[in-house]
Structure formats: structure tokens, C-alpha cells
């Protein structure tokens, strides 16, 4: 077998394998999901009822998934990650790459307050694609009867919350502000459901006895109305839909586009989530594109009476197990690459690496040799030492394998258990030597053995990031630029990205930032320390030229107290790795600091400030967690143009912090920089408003290879908040409706934060290539913010897109109007387009900068009034000035006629509405 052949059979067994073991990623193969990840916080106290409940809900959600999905998928094996605060037991596996932040599609965490006990389903992309996890609280999971109660049956829930998270559909009941009733394209009146037999009252909050009236100005029933369905269904077939009511007991499927089933069939026109984000789009629609069922995939079992019942097994994190896998090649002599790397993994033992952790280190080239084994971190003066077991010479050809075999030797010592341990692996080049990475993929899947690399420079392996990722390792990547903190960034991200499950003790990095500093010139970075921090705080310090007096550093604390090298808790070295480190002493002061750096030496320097700090004991910190829409980006496809999704996730706790400052930069290969504004906004890439979660896009490819992404968030200058009361999100449905309450915030105060995503891959760029044609992006947001039944008016809002998607301006908006929703969605072009005319207020021709609030008055055009219709829609699509053409909007209604057309929702008494023709204005839809 040649090496290709034995690669490819490597990787494709990887990729079976590795997931198998980690549990990290769900696959469905012959109907069957596996893999499944349950993980529990670790401040939750220990509770064997806790175990007990979660496999009974996960029992019967298997079943019920079975009947949504007609036969098609059920849970076969499912992982439970207990936290490291629990005991350990005989019957808990070591976890591998198992991590409640990294790869728990369902996490078991104190509540969001924006959700209480409400189960939610964090859902960051758009239409069609996976959420990262379903959040459930110990409340929810603690009293399952309660939870019935007040949700309907629990595996029910558990489906609904799955079909967000597995295929990216959304819910189809109203979420948030978003409206519960609506007009038809008929001028019907009904409640926001699917499907649209289901039968029901409504009824006024808060005690839902009273009838509703409607609202003299929109004609709707007014704002407190709710529609309650009703508990018995008359119509045998009404069996949808879970995303709307699974607590109603004939509910068992999706709504779907199927004409026959009337129970079941998609209603387009609720004005839903799920409509509004897949254009109208049935829930069974999204998924049968998914890889799940896409081209029939796994069809229907015709064995009704399988067993669904899933099989669990049990994991719990060990202190970390590392070994610092680090090339000493003959191209790492070049760029000054071993220097840096000395530097890089330096700050990680002396900042990152948690007490308690094992580290060990070796080397390879052509050959491996052991530096250290494994060592426990039990302060200073360990990390020191393992500094100096640290390369100081680099030359020959490359094996990365032998790296790999020599640092399983180290994991195995004096008979040791390799489970659950951690490969770091540096190189800057191709293999060339054997033994080849691939060549240990299965005796490292075998002894449960994970592998994260950081690849440095242009040159470096892409086959090694291939056989990494299909492991489900980490990949980071570093550019040759000296002036870049991506080396250093990288190390930390393989903890941060892979915390040990004691995140109360984890490093937050407050910046990583490098400049060059000419002879004589001083600069000064100032830094906040917030109140939630200031444990073992540290300011390191890297520089390029040798000697204690080359370099001169001042700290400045918030209450004037200085800091030099004089300070007990300053350390130095000036000859070799070339660092100055203050730790501060017990908790640092909280407010700004400053760090002052001079350059006495005559040769100008590189410079690098790296400032971390821990929680304090009882607090919760605010947090940053960067992650990417995809690993990879294929530009030979002559498919639709691929954009990257950047996204930040800060949260303080398990709540959003919202109103931050939060932006990206992406380093090419080269070193190149390219920033992003990422936005909590619900427009753009961002698929919710005010979840925490900042979104932007990426489109600037110019080279192959792989590009690094830094996020880093601070306090805005209108106000940084956090949720201090519930309110404003739903989640799960509850039986009874509820209120949305607006709920109260908090200033964060002043804060820094950064982190690191892992790279993603650019292959098949070619600079003969035409520049790609990005389109504008779609508008998701547009609402009817006023009407007027005299003028025939409309006001409509809507952020404005970018000319490639949020970037640059667009040309012109295509605005259609219609009386057929459904035409809109489907046929915009056969529909009346707004032009200069009909418009009271804006300019289709001069479409703001995105981001820009638009607000267009249009004038209902006569060849639409005069047929005599009771509803009016409209859809925006941006153009560009390549005549690339966006997608259509979200689809808004409004009515204006002076005839009433009585509701339809069958209730079992029906309601009376004013008839009573206003003038008469809504307020703008606040979409969640």
C-alpha cells in the first residue's frame, strides 16, 4: 500500500474511530444517532437522580424522535461528561477530548436569566445549519413531573429542541415581541401556529378567563391576547407541529409541505421564526437537505417495533496530561521560528498550563528524543524547570511520527494510563522522514490519545491538519510575522478550547498585543482590571535583544503604586528567552493599569505584552469563546460564493453580555491582517438579537493555507449590560403562555477580553481566478413600523445589508409588493416593484452603509389597490453594482382596507372585532 492509499485509509478510520471514542460529534448511520454528548456543569452538586433523570428524559426523547422523524432516527449511544467536582467512580471512562465548552451538544448549566428553567437551544447560524447546543438547567432536570407540568411531556421537548440544534430549523410559535396573530393573504385574522387546524380559544393575560377585543388601531387582537389551544383535537389529523406545541397530546410530527395531510401542512404565513429566517420554508423541507436525509438518505425503518432505547456511557476529565509534541527540523532555524517557539510555549508553562496539569517534552527531526516527562505543575519553580528543558538548536529532516511514538512513551511511563492524554504538536513543514503522523492515527486512537497542532508558517503541513481534524483534534495555525502574537495566541487556545473542566481556575487573557519599539521610544498599553478578576494576575513581557538593560518595564497599578524589577513577584530572563514577568501578589487592584515599556537597547525591538488573570473565588467572570461557521474553505466550486461566519460568544456566567465592543482579525498565511466588527444586532450574519453571541462575516481570501482569527471584546462607550431579571427570550414553549416582560440590565463596567478560534483552511484559490462576486446578504429583519389606512402608506425598517453581504454598499433595493404572500416568497419577480414614485421617504438608488437603519414610506401603488385586496406584502432584495442580486427578505403584511374579514382560528367561542375604519399605526416587530 503506497503512503496515499495508507493516508487515506488512515484518515477515513480516524474519522470513524476517533469521533466514536470522543462522543464529541453525532453522526447517523443506519438510522441511528451516535455519539451523542451530555455534559454537566461543574458547579452542579453531585446527584446520582440527576444521572437517573437525564437517561429517562434521553429514553424518551430517543422514542419520540423515532415517531417525529416517521421511522427514520433515534438515539443509539449516548455520553454523559460528569464534572471533575464530582467523585470519581469505577464506572466513569477518562474523558478524551470531551469538554462541556468543546463539543457537548446538550450541556446540563445554571440558568440563562433571560431564559429560566426554559430549555433553549443556542442556535448562532442561519437556516438550515447546527446550533451548538441545547442548554437544560438543573431545575428543569431536577423535578420531572414539575417540568411536565409546565411543559408537556419532556421527550417531546427534547425532539423540539433537537430539530434546532441537529438541522437548524426554528420555532413556529411566536418568540419574544414577535407577533401572535396576523392577517392571512386573504384578510383573515389568525393565530401565529402550524399547522392551522389545530382549533383553540384566546384569551386575555394574565389569568387567560377573560375574551380578547381587538386593537381598534391594527385591527388584531390586542397585545395581551394569547391563542390556547385546545387540549383535545376534533380533527384527527392535527398531529402537528412539535416546533409549535408538543405538549398537546396528538402533536407527534413537523409541519411539512405535504398537501395531503392537512394536519400537518406548513402554514407560510405565521409570522414565526421559522418562516422569517427560512423564507417559508417547512420544517420537514430544512431537514430533508440536511445529511441526515438529504437524497434518502437513511429512509424509513419498516420495523415499527424496534427498541429506541439508547445505551449510555460515562466520562469524567482527569487533570490534564500534556505532552509538548515541538519540531526541531532544519526549517525551523529559519525566520527566527525556534526562537519564537521558545518564547510561545515559555508564556504558556508560565501563564497558561494549570496547577495540578502533567507536561512533558519532546523533540523530533528526523529522529525523537524525550526533554522531559512528565512533570506535575506545582508552581514556579516546576515551570521553570521545564523552560529549560526547552530546544535551543534546530536542523534535520522531519518525522513527525516519531514525535509521536516517543511522546506515547511518555504518557505510558512506569505503566501509567495514556486515556484521556493530550499531543501538542508544532512543526513548519511537510513530512519527509517516516515514521508519517498517519502511521500512529490507530494506536492513538487505541489508547484514547488526542491530538492538537499549531502549525507555524506558510509551509506547514496541510496533511497534518487534515489527519488532526478527522481525529476531532484542534488545529491552530501561526504566521511567520514577527510582529503577530498568533504563536503565543495559539498555545493558549489549546487550553482555552479545551478547558480541564475547572474553568473557576482557568487564565482569561485580557490582551496579547505586539509592536515594534525603535531605540529610545516608550509606549504605554493601559488595561482593566474588572471587578470579577484579579487572582494570580500576570504582565508578561517578551523582547528581541539580549540584557537586562535593553529593555526597561514600569507597571502602574489604578491607585498610582509602581511596579518595576524590584517587585518580590518580578522575574526575568534576559539572556535566553529574553522575558520580564510581574505576578501580582494576592488580588490585583481593580480599575485601569498601565504598562510602560521603554527601549534602552540600540537595536530596535519586537516587544509583546501578554496580561492574564483568574476569576476571583466566588465570582462569575465575563467570558470570550471565538469559534468559526467552518473549518474549511473550497474555492474551486463553481457552487455559490463561500463565506466565513466569525462568531464571539461573551457571557458572564450563563447570561449574554450584551452592547460590547467586539471585533475579529483574521491573519492570512502571510501575516496579512484583516479586521471584522462583529454585531449582536440580529441582522448580517447574526442570526438573534441580544444573545451574546457577535457575528460577522469573512470573505477577504487571497492565498491557500491557514488562516488564524483573534476575537477581542471590551465595554462600548454607550454602555456595556447584563440581564438582571428575566424576561424577553422564550425557549421551550410552556403550557400556559406567559408574559414577556422587559427585563432589567446592569453596566458590566470596564473589561477586556481576547481568545482565539481554531484556523480554517483556504484550498483551490488561484490568483488567474476571476475576483469572486460575493452577493449582498439577506435582509432578516424588515418590519411594517406604521400604516395608514387613509394615505395607503406604509412604513417599512430594516438594517441594511452590505453590497457583499455586511461589506461595502449596495447599488439598489429591489422592493416588490403583492396581495399573495406566497408569491413573494416564491416568484418575486412576477410581482409590482417599488420605484422613485411610490416612495414618500428614501431612495432605492442610495442604500446606506450596512448596519444603517433604513426606513422607507411607500405609497401603495394603484395597480394593487384597485383589486380590491385587504392585505398588502412586501420583500426587499439589495443589488450590487455587478447586478449580483441578494436574497429575498423576510416577508411583512399589512392591512388597509376599511372592510373586516372575521377571524378564522376556530375557537369555541369566537371573539368580536370593531370594524371601525383609523388611521392607525404598529409598532416595529422586535424580532428575538
Known sequence: MDRTTLCLFLLIFGIFYANESAGSNVRLENNRYRGLLIGIEEDIPENDQLIENIMTVFTAASNDLFIATKNRAYFSNITILV??????????????????????DVVIKTANILYGDNPYTKQPRGCGEKGTHIHLTPGFMSDLDFSEINWGPLGKVIVQEWARLRWGVFNEYPEGHSPHFYFTSTGRVEATRCSVVLTGRNKLLPGLTEECGADPTTFLPESDCRFIADPIQNINDAIASLMFMPSLPQVSQFCDNDPSSEGSLHNSEAKNKQNRLCNGQSVWEVMAQSEDFINGANPPISDTAINTEPTFRFVQQKKRS???????????????RLQRMRLAVTAWLLNSVEDGSNVGIVLFEGTASISAYLTKITGNGVRLSLVEALPTTAGGSTSIGAGVMQAIQVLERDSADPRGGQLIILSDGEENAVPYLADTVTELNEKWISITTILLGEESSESLSATVESMNGMVFSASDNSTSTT???????????????????????????TFDLIPGSSQRLDIVIDSNIGRDTVFMITFT?????SIDVHLTSPSGVGYDSGYSGYTEDTTDILYKRFLIADTAETGQWSVNVTNTDVNEQVVTIIIKSKPLVGSEAITLYTYLGSSDIDLSSSDAAPVLSVYAELMQGSSPVLGATVRAVVEKPNGESVPITLSDTGAGADVTRDDGIYSGYFMSYSMNGQYSVKATAFDSDNGTMIPISPGSQTGARPVTPVAIVPYDVAPTGSFNR???????????????????NFPPGRIIDLVVVTSSVTNYTVTLSWTAPGADYDTGTATYYDIRADTSLERLRTNPDNTTRITAVDLLLGDVDSPSTPYSVEQYVI???????????????FTIRAVDSDNSTGPVSNIVSTRLTERFVEQEVTTTQPTEYSTQPTEYSTQPTEYS
Open 487 to 513: 504563536l503565543s495566541d495559539a498555545f493558549t487556545g489549546t487550553i482555552s478550547n479545551a478547558p480541564s473542566g475547572d474553568s473557576r481556575n482557568a487564565s482569561l487573557t485580557l490582551t496579547s498585543t
Open 545 to 549: 535583544s539580549p540584557g537586562s538593560s
Open 83 to 104: 464534572p471533575t467536582t464530582w467523585a470519581s467512580k469505577p464506572e466513569y471512562e477518562p474523558a478524551i477530548q470531551e469538554s462541556l465548552e468543546r463539543g457537548a
Open 859 to 873: 405609497r401603495i401603488p394603484t395597480s394593487l389597490l384597485s383589486l380590491n385586496a385587504s392585505i398588502f406584502a
Open 322 to 336: 500534556v505532552v509538548l509534541v515541538l519540531d526541531v527540523s532544519g526549517s525551523m532555524s529559519t525566520n527566527d
Open 754 to 772: 481576547q481568545a482565539i478560534a481554531e484556523s480554517f483552511a483556504v484550498v483551490g484559490f488561484s490568483e488567474s481566478q476571476p475576483p469572486i
